[in-house]
């Protein structure tokens, strides 16, 4: 099946700093990435979606300027959270869908736990 | 838009029985029902998926039942294995939109 992959794995910062996550998709081309974030016992939580070229468009409740979202090509995304706090830790998880046929399944990524200290 | 209920959130069962977990929708225009698995600490996995022009399926121990008048479908493992414990998502599209409404998943507990 397809593969998608996430990096890094695990993230501990200081509070203000940025993080940037990626991912990829590494054996098809992926029209629209996913971003989601997921709390502890919880569902997955969609922050944005991005086709590539073009801006992502973000959930309701989602500030852009903080989740910064780029897809530059047909097998990148990446997430940066800005000036991270406390409250942005979390488990992220990307996913891909391939267009056509497949468009509507999803291959997730390993996901990020981001720890802000 | 779309709304998705999943129920139970928890459901423990003794190793041999059968689970099922049980998810609505709101939205009649949804087709496409997929179901994921996600063991602690790691990525969801689909595990089977359903269509609208089909009222069931079945790969090995598990199957999805699909109801389109009553807008219900069904996860159903037969012989649950210590392996099954995960936290199950069930989520609907409809047949213009590529993202997913997700439930709020069920955490399967298999007791050996």
């Known amino acids: 099946g397809a593969v998608v992959s996430q990096h890094p794995s695990r993230v501990i910062c200081k509070s203000g700093t940025s993080v940037k996550i990626e991912c990829r998709s590494l054996?098809?081309?992926?029209?629209?990435m996913f971003w989601y974030r997921q709390f502890p016992k919880q569902s997955l939580m969609l922050m944005a979606t991005s086709n590539e070229g073009s801006k992502a468009t973000y959930e309701q409740g989602v500030e852009k300027d903080k989740f910064l979202i780029n897809h530059a090509s047909l097998t990148l995304s990446t997430l940066t959270v800005t000036s991270a706090h406390p409250e942005d830790s979390s488990f992220y998880i990307c996913?891909?869908?391939?267009?056509?046929?497949?468009?509507?399944?999803?291959?997730f990524g390993a996901g990020t736990r981001l720890s802000v200290l | 838009g779309e709304n998705v209920e999943q129920h139970p959130s928890t459901l423990s069962v003794q190793e041999g029985d059968s689970a099922v977990i049980k998810c609505t929708y709101s939205d009649s225009a949804s087709n496409y029902f997929p179901w994921y698995k996600q063991e602690l600490g790691k990525r969801p996995q689909l595990i089977i998926d359903i269509r609208s022009n089909v009222g069931e399926k079945k790969d090995q121990r598990i199957a999805v039942t699909l109801n389109k008048t009553a807008k219900h479908f069904s996860l159903h493992i037969t012989e649950t294995q210590p392996e099954d414990s995960a936290v199950y998502f069930c989520?609907?599209?409809?047949?213009?939109?590529?993202?997913?409404?997700f439930g709020r998943g069920t955490s399967l507990i298999v007791h050996p």
């Open positions: 054996d098809f081309q992926a029209t629209t």
């Open positions: 996913s891909a869908s391939g267009g056509g046929a497949s468009k509507n399944i999803q291959y």
């Open positions: 989520a609907a599209l409809s047949g213009g939109s590529y993202i997913p409404t």
